[in-house]
């Protein structure tokens, strides 16, 4: 699935990627990988 990334704005990219191709940001994948391990302290 391609997901557009909330820094360019415009730049369709796989969710598969961890960090955007185009700015470098990271992608939800790992900002949901964050939320998970905080979740469970
Ligand atoms: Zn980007």
């Given amino acids: 699935m391609l997901?557009?990334?909330p820094e360019c704005g415009?730049?369709?990219m796989s969710d598969q990627a961890?960090?955007?191709p185009n700015c470098g940001v990271?992608?939800?994948r790992?900002?949901?990988y964050e939320?998970?391990?905080a979740g469970s302290l």
């Fill in 3 to 5: 997901i557009t990334c």
């Fill in 10 to 12: 415009g730049k369709e």
């Fill in 18 to 20: 961890y960090v955007c």
């Fill in 26 to 28: 990271p992608t939800g």
């Fill in 30 to 32: 790992v900002v949901g």
């Fill in 35 to 37: 939320y998970s391990s």
